[in-house]
């Protein structure tokens, strides 16, 4: 029940496509809901983060979509570029509480120029 | 600047001999914690603290140890590393434990156990 399963493992997209990395989750108590950037040689780095209070947020080209009902949420990155190319984890917690953040196991994305 | 540094980046060792990963924060956290990185196993934690002097296992604790006798520096020690301990090591801390804290990473400690 402390899973959180991401798909897909590997994602190629061409540039200015669409990208989108999907998360489920089981633990009805995970109410915060972050994804993590990493990119080659580097630690992760928060990229963008949700509460289960709203549907979507967005922060430039990056959007998080959350269907509580369904107990998943995903990341869209709208108009790719090779940049973006990096591994992105998605994770989830109960804020507020001495819980660890459980984080999937990663999708590496590939942008082709 | 805010950081946590690691070190070493890179370490090339042999079964048996005792090392240790340095870990150290500028930013005050009282939430550490270290992950290793598995092609295909994502981030898994092998142990986190929430104090100076509290420390509790994670997932994959086998094999390893950890101190947190100050505040900014978090070691992790492998007594006798073997083969199967090679992988991508991360350290990370953070200003709440667990949940809505940003967990801010190192940049990596790539261990080879040969």
Known sequence: QQQVKQSPQSLIVQKGGISIINCAYENTAFDYFPWYQQFPGKGPALLIAIRPDVSEKKEGRFTISFNKSAKQFSLHIMDSQPGDSATYFCAASIGGSQENLIFGKGTKLSVKP | ?114
Not at chain 2, 7 to 29: A, D, E, F
Not at chain 2, 76 to 101: D, K, M, R
């Open chain 2, 1 to 114: 600047e805010a950081q946590v540094t690691q070190n070493p980046r890179y370490l090339i060792t042999v079964t048996g001999k005792k090392l240790t990963v340095t870990c150290s924060q500028n930013m005050n956290h009282e939430y550490m914690s270290w992950y290793r990185q598995d092609p295909g196993l994502g981030l898994r934690q092998i142990y986190y603290s929430m104090n100076v002097e509290v420390t509790d296992k994670g997932d994959v604790p086998e094999g390893y140890k950890v101190s947190r006798k100050e505040k900014r520096n978090f070691p992790l020690i492998l007594e006798s590393p073997s083969p199967n301990q090679t992988s991508l090591y991360f350290c990370a801390s953070s200003v709440l434990p667990g949940g809505w804290g940003e967990l801010f990473f190192g940049e990596g400690s790539r261990l080879t156990v040969l």
